[in-house]
């Protein structure tokens, strides 16, 4: 039992400087070349903004292995749901910019429901990132929530080459990666678990184009049930 554990960290601890490496290679490459080269103002701003996106990328990466530590809801407050998703794209607006990607966010007003604010945030976080690791090129992401019954559904929807076949079935679990350039598969993980313990879930949908992420939110905290899907 304990050699499967050891196995299984020593498994994480490899992919997350695997992922690392990338990220910090492209910074010191940026910060060579500034260094030793006479550059024109557009180069620079080029390879200024490519080592700033590899730092974005280093910070995502050091907070999804945090959130490995923080899988229990503690404080549950009443929130705006407009105000947590705005918050959340935001959170990402800069590397949106520099990926060409537009977010457009259709969320009703005074749409409050009870959340770990802290968790409900960082999920709906992992969901941006996760569809901005597969348009690298540029894209739409859009936002949305209706009520339904004593719930709220929050669609993530985006215009990539949509979910593999093989990867459908473990698009939840740690480690499942396909169809992005780098990542740790953690984010999608974690952002199920928070639904779970607020008594909700989150699947995918299969738009004509792209994929869409719903995470099912109840209004009022429920108790945590084991996941069905």
Request: charged fraction near 20%.
């Amino acid at each position: 039992m304990n050699t499967t554990s050891n196995q299984s960290s020593l498994t994480e601890v490899q992919s997350f400087l695997h992922d690392l490496r990338n990220p910090l290679s492209a910074i010191h490459g940026g910060a060579e070349i500034l260094v030793r080269s006479n550059l024109s103002q557009p180069q620079v701003h080029r390879i200024a903004r490519n080592m700033c996106c590899a730092a974005i990328r280093i910070r995502e990466l050091l907070e999804l292995c945090l959130d490995r530590s923080r899988c229990r809801t503690k404080k549950v407050e009443i929130a705006d749901l407009r105000a947590v998703v705005a918050a959340a794209v935001d959170r990402i607006a800069v590397s949106a910019e520099f990926q060409a990607v537009q977010i457009v966010q259709a969320i009703p007003e005074r749409l409050r429901i009870a959340m770990d604010l802290n968790r409900i945030h960082r999920a709906l976080v992992n969901l941006l990132v996760n569809a901005l690791e597969v348009m690298p090129q540029g894209g739409t992401i859009h936002v949305s929530a209706i009520p339904e019954g004593r719930s709220v559904l929050i669609r993530v929807r985006d215009t990539g080459p949509g979910i593999a076949p093989e990867i459908r079935d473990r698009l939840f679990q740690p480690f499942a990666t396909a169809g992005k350039a780098g990542g740790l598969g953690l984010g999608l993980a974690f952002s199920r678990q928070a639904a779970i313990d607020h008594g909700g879930e989150i699947w995918a949908e299969s738009p004509s184009r792209g994929a869409c992420l719903v995470i099912r939110l109840p209004r009022t905290l429920a108790k945590p049930r084991a996941a069905s899907r």
